[in-house]
């Protein structure tokens, strides 16, 4: 038995695999994959009028919200964002977090004028800076922040209590549709799929019309004009049309799981249960203040490097792969995305628990 515990591309879940093997020679008995047809066929079209469906479903989404379905990952609207929203008002805001937040804020720079109006950077992205500390943002295009920061493992415990003044952008590519969200508090959130909703290669934009209807800035390619992708269909280049499709079949899995309030509640007893071992134990710890701990990355480190090595080696025997931390972190990084059961988190605690025993 293999427990994938990789930050993403990350598992999908054993039936959404099934699903896929089974039709990949002969999808809906045209002969041919969904790889070999036409985007512009009524199979495919009625595909993605479904997958929508079920995104609007699970999300609750009302009908002034659009969903994109885009090529060029997150950092893709890294640019995208201030290129759509930002042309008329030049300034933007932005409050970092991690290593995303931060990635975010740059790109922005090349295209407004950012004001960072809160950043955890000075002690070391381990804490979610209090909102009465955050610098004016009201004179801003937007406001954007990380819901969970993939690297450093922390995330924030609710949606920013920010008003309605400024409309609030989220990138939420390493938590969407882990827990229920409550859309209305945003103008627009964005993911890539590789970690909770699919593989590489889709990236989801929801965004409400008021915002849509900002004239974006001319030098705006087409493909990440959000208007002219809407008026398209989000085709108006040739769709990433399998990443669209395991998607597909990623909100139909979570459907049958109960959708996001039973996702959510699995997903938090999966990160709880591994920090009280953690914190219990000594011999593993986690730098990150609890009230942030993130439940999609838990981090951890052991006492030196060498054992943090020994741990990746024989873990990776036991059958735990993806266990090692980003390369600017160094340590333990366990991803428990949607797909990861909780008895795979039981069985990373069972050996986390030999592990310690031996070289504690
Ligand atoms: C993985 C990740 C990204 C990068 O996504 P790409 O699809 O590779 O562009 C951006 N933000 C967060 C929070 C992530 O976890």
């Keep these: 038995m293999i427990y994938n515990f990789s930050p993403g591309p990350a598992m999908l879940p054993p039936e959404v695999l099934k699903k896929a093997h089974a039709e990949f020679f002969n999808w809906r008995g045209l002969g041919a994959s969904i790889m070999e047809v036409s985007h512009r066929g009524t199979d495919f079209i009625q595909l993605i009028d479904e997958i929508e469906q079920d995104c609007r479903d699970l999300l609750n989404l009302p009908s002034h919200y659009r969903v994109l379905f885009l090529s060029g990952g997150a950092r893709g609207q890294f640019a ?7 042309a008329e008002n030049r300034q933007t805001a932005y409050v970092v977090t991690g290593m995303w937040g931060k990635t975010a804020s740059e790109e922005a720079k090349r295209y407004s004028a950012v004001k960072v109006v ?20 009201r004179q801003a295009a937007y406001l954007h922040y990380t819901e969970n920061e ?10 920013p209590q920010v008003g309605e003044e400024v409309p609030l952008i989220c990138d939420m590519s390493s938590s969407i ?21 699919g593989i590489a290669g889709l990236t989801i934009v ?25 008026k398209n269909h989000s085709m108006y280049n040739t769709p990433p049309v399998f990443p669209w ?38 011999f593993y710890q986690n730098p990150v203040q609890l009230a942030a701990r993130s439940r999609m990355n838990v981090i951890f480190y052991l006492p030196d490097a060498e054992i943090e090595k020994l741990f990746i080696s024989q ?42 025993k031996q070289y504690g």
């Design 206 to 230: 929801i965004v409400r019309d008021d915002l849509v209807a900002r004239s974006a800035q001319a030098i705006t390619p087409s493909i990440f004009n959000y208007a002219l992708q809407i």
């Design 245 to 282: 499709y395991i998607t597909g079949l990623m909100f139909k899995w979570l459907k049958e799981q109960g959708g996001l309030v039973a996702i959510g509640a699995r997903n938090q007893r999966k990160a709880a249960k591994l920090y009280q071992y953690i914190d219990q134990n000594g």
């Design 150 to 159: 993939t690297v450093q493992g922390i995330e924030f415990p609710q949606t």
């Design 80 to 86: 995208a964002i201030p290129l759509n929203l930002a």
């Design 118 to 137: 809160a950043s955890n950077e000075h002690n070391h992205y381990t804490s979610i800076p209090p909102l009465e500390e955050w610098e004016d943002y």
């Design 315 to 356: 873990s990776q025997a036991a059958g735990f792969i993806g266990l090692k931390g980003h390369s600017s972190q160094g340590g333990i990084r366990v991803s428990l995305y949607n797909a990861m059961t909780e008895a795979g988190v039981d069985a990373l605690i069972g050996f986390m628990r030999e592990f310690a």
């Design 177 to 197: 549709m882990s827990r229920p969200l409550d859309i209305t508090r945003f103008g627009l959130v964005y993911a890539g799929t590789q970690k909770n909703l």
